[in-house]
């Protein structure tokens, strides 16, 4: 039984289900990496759909997770002249499953606990442990605002995503296997080079590396993982 703050973002999704599905179709082609970088820390699944609600899924800005910079680059996130690597929705996820798994054992255990840490601060988990509780509505209700709507929005897009064929939105294969494979590509090389060998598009490679900001692999690294279409040409040093 859905509480009634889920239920009126259940109803506000479904009233634009254009939005959401555009939201799904960007997660698309990274989900089963998503979801196997949250397996690999003992993530639950669901909280996929954490970066649902923090960004609509943007490649954009901050990225899916809307890491700050600081807490980001804790977590192994390059962020620098030539790559964010908080808009690559592989490389994030893998950051924030290593930030909910901590916030879940300093949350003893209770992973509500750790989404509203993820949500105010490492700091304001003792707080909020005091008040859990097996009255998930009265918890809810002593969150900040922007802590419930955060995790309003979190339970609606997930509920959502288990009734797909009740609703007709957002439809997710968790088990679809990625479009793309990884190459080593040498530092400096342009996104052009790399595009004419494997018979695609600067604005497709940008779609499967968001996380890199220019035409360019960066130059200061000896190698450099880029994300291209399945194809039988191998990319050449």
């Known amino acids: 039984m859905l509480n009634h703050l889920v239920q009126g973002y259940v109803h506000d999704f479904l009233d634009r289900p ?17 979801t196997k970088a949250l397996r690999a820390e ?18 954009r800005g901050k990225g899916p997770w809307q890491f700050n910079k600081g807490t980001a680059q804790k977590y192994g996130l390059r962020i620098n002249h030539w790559v964010d690597e908080r808009r690559d929705p592989i490389l994030s996820t893998r950051a924030a499953a290593e930030y909910l798994a901590d916030l879940h054992d300093t949350a003893g255990y209770d992973w509500r606990v750790a989404v509203v840490g993820w949500n105010v601060g490492d700091l304001g988990i003792d707080r909020y442990w ?51 494979h ?16 494997f018979h695609t598009t600067i604005a497709r490679l940008h779609d ?15 190698s450099y993982q880029v ?10 040093d």
């Open 18 to 34: 254009e939005t959401l599905e555009a939201t799904f179709d960007r997660s698309r082609p990274f989900f089963l990496d998503m």
């Open 42 to 59: 003992g993530v639950p699944d669901d909280l996929v759909f954490l970066s649902f609600a923090e960004s609509d899924f943007s490649k």
């Open 130 to 180: 005091k008040l859990r509780g097996e009255n998930f509505n009265r918890f809810m209700n002593l969150l900040p605002g922007h802590t419930r709507a955060l995790m309003g929005r979190f339970m609606a897009v997930a509920f959502i995503a288990h009734n797909s064929a009740t609703y007709g939105v957002g439809h997710v294969n968790y088990d679809e296997p990625p479009s793309y």
């Open 182 to 197: 990884e190459v080593p590509v040498r530092g400096g090389t342009t996104l052009a080079q790399v595009a004419g060998s």
């Open 208 to 222: 499967l590396n968001p996380a890199i900001l220019h035409d360019r692999v960066p130059p200061y690294a000896r």
């Open 227 to 236: 994300r291209v279409p399945l194809v039988r040409t191998a990319f050449a």
